[in-house]
C-alpha cells in the first residue's frame, strides 16, 4: 500500500475530528503516566520497608527484586510517554514547514547497527537483528534514523512478533530500507490506515474502543516525503508485516577507514569500549570511525538520554567515555555526574571534549574531569590511543590544551 496523503494535523478538522485527535492523543499519554504513578508509589513503599529494616535478608532480597521491576517499568514508560510527546512536536514541526536538514553522507550498515543498539533494551526476547551493508547514500541523518527507529519501535511494542530484522538494498539509483517483522500482522482495514495521524476506533471482541493516534507511523510517512522518498507497508493476518522506505541517490560504497595504526598502543587497544556522546554528527562519526578502524568497540550517539540510557546499562564499564560539553540547549554537566556515580571503577576514564570558549560551567567540569579543545587532532587521538592502552596517564583534571599534560 502506498501512503500518500495529505497532512491532517494543521489543515481546519470538524468537530467529531478535533475531539477525537483530542481523545487519541490523552489516551496515548494515560497509560504510561498511570504506569509512572503506580510504580512510583511502589517504590515510596518499599523505599519505607527498607528504611524502617523490618525484614530479613529472604525479605531484603525481595524488596530489592522488586524495586528493580518497578524501575524498569517506570523507565519503560518514561521512554513511551516521552516518544508521544516527541512524536506530536515532530509532526507540527514538519507540518508548519520548521523542518530543517542538514544532507551528509550517511553509512547504511552503522545506521542500521545504531538502531538496533539503541533499542536492545526494549526488544528484550525479540530477535532483532540489522543486516550488514557498505552502502552509502546522501541525505539528513537524524531524520532518517528517526524514520527507521520508529519502525523498529512500533514493531516492537505492537507486533507481538518474536523476530524482527532491518536491512538496506540498492534500488532504481536510490536506496530501499526494509523493515521486518514475523509479527500478527495487519488487517486489511487497519493497513488502509496504518499511516493515518488517529487510527479509528477498535470494535472488535477484547480491544479498547477508543481512539489511538498513530504519530509515529503518521511522521514516518511526513519525514520520509520531506527527505524525497516514499514508504510503504506490506501485511496481512497472521503472516508479519513489512515497512519498505525508499530515498533517492546518489549511491556508493563504504570504504574502511585508511587511518593505518600503528605502535604499541594501537594493538593494545584493541577490543576496548568507548562510549562516545556529541551532538555535532559529522565529529561524531568521525571520531567513531576513527575508533573502529582500531578494532574497538564503540558506542556514538547524538541523543544525550538514549546515550546515557544505553550507557548506564551496560553490563560492564566503558573503558573511556568521551562527552561534548555542549549538548543541544544544556550542558553536560548532568549527565557526567550520573555516568561518574554509575562507573566509578578505576578503569573507567572519561574525557570531556569542548569548541566552547570559557564559562563557569566548563570550569567546574574541568575541576573534576579532564577537558580537551577540539578539533581531534591526529596528535591528540594518538594520545588517547596511549592513554588507552595504559602507556601514559590521564590527570584526573583540568585543561589539556594541547594534551601535551597527559
Known amino acids: 500500500m502506498n501512503a500518500r496523503r495529505g497532512a491532517r494535523l494543521t489543515v481546519p478538522m470538524t468537530a467529531e475530528e478535533r475531539a477525537r485527535l483530542v481523545a487519541a492523543l490523552d489516551h496515548d499519554v494515560r497509560q504510561p503516566r498511570h504506569s509512572i504513578e503506580m510504580g512510583l508509589r511502589t517504590l515510596r513503599l518499599v523505599a519505607a520497608d527498607l528504611k524502617g529494616r523490618r525484614f530479613d535478608d529472604t525479605t531484603s532480597d525481595s524488596l530489592v527484586q522488586r524495586m528493580i521491576v518497578e524501575l524498569a517499568s517506570v523507565q519503560a514508560a518514561l521512554r513511551q510517554f516521552t ?48 543486516l550488514p551493508s557498505r552502502l552509502t547514500f546522501f541525505s539528513d541523518e537524524g531524520w532518517v534514523e528517526r524514520v527507521l527507529g520508529n519502525l523498529v519501535t512500533n514493531a516492537l511494542r505492537h507486533s507481538r512478533a518474536t523476530k524482527v530484522l532491518i536491512g538496506a538494498r540498492r534500488c532504481a539509483g536510490g536506496i530501499v530500507f526494509e523493515v521486518l517483522d514475523n509479527g500478527r500482522g495487519l488487517s486489511p482495514a487497519r493497513l488502509a490506515d496504518v499511516f493515518q495521524a488517529v487510527r479509528a476506533p477498535a470494535n472488535r471482541s477484547g480491544e479498547s474502543t477508543t481512539s489511538r493516534s498513530g504519530l509515529g507511523l503518521y ?55 568507548v562510549a562516545i556522546l556529541d551532538d555535532d554528527l ?63 571503577a578505576p578503569r573507567t576514564k572519561v574525557l570531556v571534549l569542548t569548541g566552547a570558549s570559557a564559562s563557569p560551567g566548563l570550569a567546574e567540569v574541568a575541576a573534576v574531569v579532564p577537558v580537551l579543545r577540539k578539533p581531534m587532532t591526529d596528535n591528540k587521538f594518538d594520545i588517547l590511543l596511549d592513554v588507552l592502552a595504559g602507556v ?9 590544551e594541547d594534551g601535551n599534560e597527559c
Request: hydrophobic share 40%; charged share 25%; net charge positive.
Open 392 to 400: 601514559r596517564g590521564l590527570p584526573e583534571a583540568g585543561y589539556l
Open 83 to 130: 516518544d508521544a510527546q516527541q512524536d506530536l512536536f515532530d509532526a507540527l514541526r514538519i507540518e508548519f514547514g520548521e523542518l530543517l536538514l542538514r544532507p551528509r553522507t550517511i553509512s547504511a550498515g552503522d545506521l542500521i547497527e545504531r538502531i538496533c543498539r539503541s533499542n536492545r533494551t526494549l526488544a528484550g526476547q525479540v530477535d532483532l537483528r540489522g
Open 282 to 344: 559529522a565529529i561524531l562519526r568521525a571520531t567513531e570511525r576513527q575508533f573502529e578502524a582500531l578494532g574497538m568497540e564503540v558506542y556514538a550517539d547524538h541523543d544525550p538520554l538514549r546515550w546515557l540510557g544505553f550507557v548506564t546499562d551496560m553490563p560492564s564499564p566503558p573503558d573511556l567515555v568521551v562527552l561534548d560539553f555542549q549538548l543541544q540547549d544544556q550542558d553536560c554537566s548532568l549527565l557526567l555526574e550520573i555516568v561518574r556515580r554509575k562507573w566509578a
Open 219 to 273: 511522521n514516518v510517512r511526513l519525514l520520509t516525503e520531506r527527505l524525497g522518498g516514499s514508504v510503504q507497508c506490506l501485511s496481512a493476518p497472521g503472516h508479519g508485516t513489512r515497512f519498505r522506505v525508499r530515498l533517492p541517490g546518489p549511491l556508493g560504497t563504504s570504504e574502511p577507514p585508511r587511518r593505518v595504526p600503528h605502535g604499541v598502543a594501537a594493538r593494545a587497544v584493541r577490543n576496548k569500549l
